[in-house]
């Protein structure tokens, strides 16, 4: 199956803390690993993306860690910031083999 | 550069009635993506068009979902004799290419089914 597990749905962080969000997949012909970001009422937006030949991608407070053998990848949100309070998505794709799988979403919570 | 575009941002249709999504896609993008999403749910892919093709329509309904990308114009989704099931965001997306999985949402349209 095409499905993309994540994990956890809600998360509550302390302002300046680390938020982490999971994600595991089965398909070993997934190659691209975007994030992305939704505030309500809005679209979702690209947030930083990994291909499997890295380890970890790291933009400003943003990183993504990949584990190809257990197949797995993270979003990791240092100093989180109440802006960042906001549902994240993690996705999957076979490059022009199959279309964008998502998981069900996270919504974060950063409190003051 | 404008980003991708979506008309209308709020939709209400009565039961029975047909509801007409559209999208435009960035500059310089021909593949175009439409996803459902459900109220606390992810976003599942309904239809992958490039001009005046559809690519892939797994995801779409067999019945009363049809989707369309004409040569010149926007990208139409559209929705036959609605249920009120078919009430959620449509959300559309764009990419430059089919292979970098590289996609630009829009800001979506609500749709809501009395």
């Known amino acids: 199956q095409q499905q993309v597990k994540q994990s956890p749905q809600s998360l509550i962080v302390q302002k300046g803390g680390i938020s982490i969000i999971n994600c595991a997949y089965e398909n070993t012909a997934f190659d691209y690993f975007p994030w992305y970001q939704q505030f309500p009422g809005k679209g979702p937006a690209l947030l930083i993306a990994?291909?499997?030949?890295?380890s970890e991608k790291k933009e400003g407070r943003f990183t993504i860690s990949f584990n190809k053998s257990a197949k797995q990848f993270s979003l990791h949100i240092m100093d989180s910031q109440p802006g960042d309070s906001a549902t994240y998505f993690c996705?999957?794709?076979?490059?022009?083999?199959?279309?964008?799988?998502f998981g069900k979403g996270t919504r974060l919570s950063v409190i003051a | 550069n404008a980003g991708v575009m979506q008309n209308p941002r709020h939709l209400v249709r009565r039961r029975g009635q047909e509801a007409r999504l559209r999208c435009s896609p960035m500059?310089?993008?021909?593949?175009v993506y439409w996803y459902r999403q459900l109220p606390e749910e992810g976003l599942k892919f309904m239809v992958y068009?490039?001009?005046?093709?559809?690519?892939?329509e797994s995801g779409m309904p067999k019945e009363r979902f049809s989707a369309e990308f004409p040569k010149e114009g926007p990208s139409i989704l559209r929705i036959q004799q609605v249920v009120r099931g078919d009430s959620a965001a449509y959300f559309c997306?764009?990419?430059?290419?089919?292979?970098?999985?590289?996609?630009?949402f829009g800001p979506g349209t609500r749709l809501l089914v009395l």
């Open positions: 990994i291909r499997p030949d890295v």
């Open positions: 500059k310089g993008h021909s593949h």
């Open positions: 997306a764009s990419s430059q290419t089919a292979t970098t999985g590289t996609q630009y």
């Open positions: 996705a999957a794709i076979d490059s022009g083999n199959t279309p964008l799988v």
């Open positions: 068009l490039q001009k005046e093709n559809i690519i892939d």
